[in-house]
Nanobody, 127 residues
């Protein structure tokens, strides 16, 4: 399995960005998908996850109401729409895929045990 993330960049506080991740090399619809982020000098942390069926979504508390995760099983992609961005959202964002249920992801320190990771994409929010 390979994951290719894109869409990061520099944006002012209050702005929006949309991250996208393309999945290849496996059966996308059997994987739960999600995003983690890593702030400079800190461990990776959970941001959002979506079940394989696209029915259930989960978010870290600080992004609830601002970020939306979605997936397109026909195009093998998962997206993270980020609105009302804040300087504290500045981080490297990582796409992830795992066969374990999406509801468990927030309880995984640093994403420990996640099956597959994409290369990070940098998001910088200026104040």
């Amino acid at each position: 399995v390979q994951l290719q993330a894109s869409g990061g960049g520099l944006v002012q506080a209050g702005g929006s960005l949309r991250l996208s991740c393309v999945f290849s090399g496996g059966t996308f619809s059997t994987y739960h998908m999600g995003w983690f982020r890593q702030h400079p000098g800190k461990e990776r942390e959970f941001v959002a996850a979506i079940s394989w069926s696209d029915v259930r979504t989960y978010y870290e508390d600080s992004v609830k109401g601002r970020f939306t995760i979605s997936r397109d099983n026909a195009k093998n992609t998962v997206a993270l729409q980020m609105n009302n961005l804040k300087p504290e959202d500045t981080a490297t964002y990582y796409c992830a895929a795992d066969t374990s249920d999406a509801s468990w992801w927030s309880g995984r320190p640093s994403g420990h045990g996640i099956d597959y990771w994409g290369k990070g994409t940098q998001v910088t929010v200026s104040s």
